[in-house]
């Protein structure tokens, strides 16, 4: 048997064995992503194979976390693709503001910066008060620093570049204090934001949501498994509202797009129609 075999075969086992063990289920992320990521565990690790691997998974549940972390996506920035922020304020925001109250879900939130941003689009919009924000991630470790709020100082000249780019006219050091090297996201910003862990692949609907943002999170899934996650939103989200994907991801060849309307076809914005009898635009 080939080397290539052997390895696809252990790859094989040891995601069943962290589904089994720990109920993760990583069987239908994209297979190149998991071999990339697995391949950089076993180097950060020393270890030579992946059946060397497995024993150490299955027994040591600190040691199965560090390798939770490296399948996990955290790449992250505060208004991330500052032209999806500025259409979001400039096409959805109006809409949001003709209800009572207003539910958001970000899902895969790695860090929490792109929950902040959204609390930060709101705050300026006169929104927040009235907003309820939900972000979510399998992650525990990056839910802990997301809920802290606290970011290298380093960064923030990015992200206030970022921030002037979405037709902001405030400055974007109202909304943190600097502490010695990093910057403490402002509390009002965080009180209004539940960190919670919910996992996509196994976990259910998420209430009834006002807008959702899951963006450069399904690239990281078979086809499978992103349908699943889109209906796990459809079901999450009221008609009328809006769901927002990453740049690379779209409602195109799903069973579900025909309940959309593509608001905004650069920054993959969509809205769920109010009745079933529409067309597709998507």
């Given at each position: 048997m080939q080397e290539k075999e052997l390895e696809e075969i252990e790859r094989t086992l040891l995601l069943e064995a962290v589904f089994l063990r720990y109920g993760y289920d990583f069987r239908n992320y994209a297979q190149a992503t998991i071999r990339r990521r697995i391949e950089q565990f076993l180097a950060k690790n020393d270890v030579e194979t992946i059946?060397?691997?497995?024993p150490r998974i299955i027994r040591e549940p600190l040691f199965f976390q560090s390798l939770l972390c490296e399948f996990s996506?955290?790449?992250?920035?505060?208004?991330?693709d500052p032209a999806?922020?500025?259409?979001?304020?400039?096409e959805v925001v109006p809409l949001l503001k003709t209800y009572p109250f207003i539910k958001i879900w970000v899902a895969g939130c790695a860090t929490g910066e792109e929950a902040y941003s959204v609390a930060i689009l709101l705050k300026e919009e006169g929104l927040l008060e009235k907003a309820t924000l939900f972000a979510t991630d399998i992650n525990d470790e990056s839910l802990a620093k997301a809920k802290r709020g606290i970011y290298p100082l380093k960064q923030v000249r990015e992200y206030t570049e970022n921030f002037q780019e979405t037709g902001s006219v405030h400055s974007f050091s109202r909304y943190y204090h600097a502490d010695q090297d990093d910057v403490v996201m402002d509390r009002g910003l965080k009180n209004k934001i539940t960190f919670a862990?919910?996992?996509?692949?196994?976990?259910?609907?998420?209430?009834?949501?006002?807008l959702i943002l899951c963006r450069n999170v399904m690239i990281y899934f078979d086809k499978k498994l992103q349908d699943r996650v889109l209906k796990?939103?459809?079901?999450s989200l009221i008609r009328g509202g809006f769901l927002c994907l990453g740049g690379r991801e779209s409602l195109r060849f799903f069973s579900l797009?025909?309940?959309?309307e593509r608001l905004d076809r650069k920054n993959r914005i969509y809205r769920k129609h109010v009745a079933h009898s529409f067309p597709s635009q998507v």
């Open positions: 059946g060397a691997l497995l996506v955290t790449v992250t920035e505060m208004f991330r999806f922020y500025r259409a979001l304020r400039e862990n919910h996992n996509l692949v196994s976990d259910q609907v998420f209430g009834e949501m006002h796990l939103f459809d079901q797009a025909e309940q959309y």
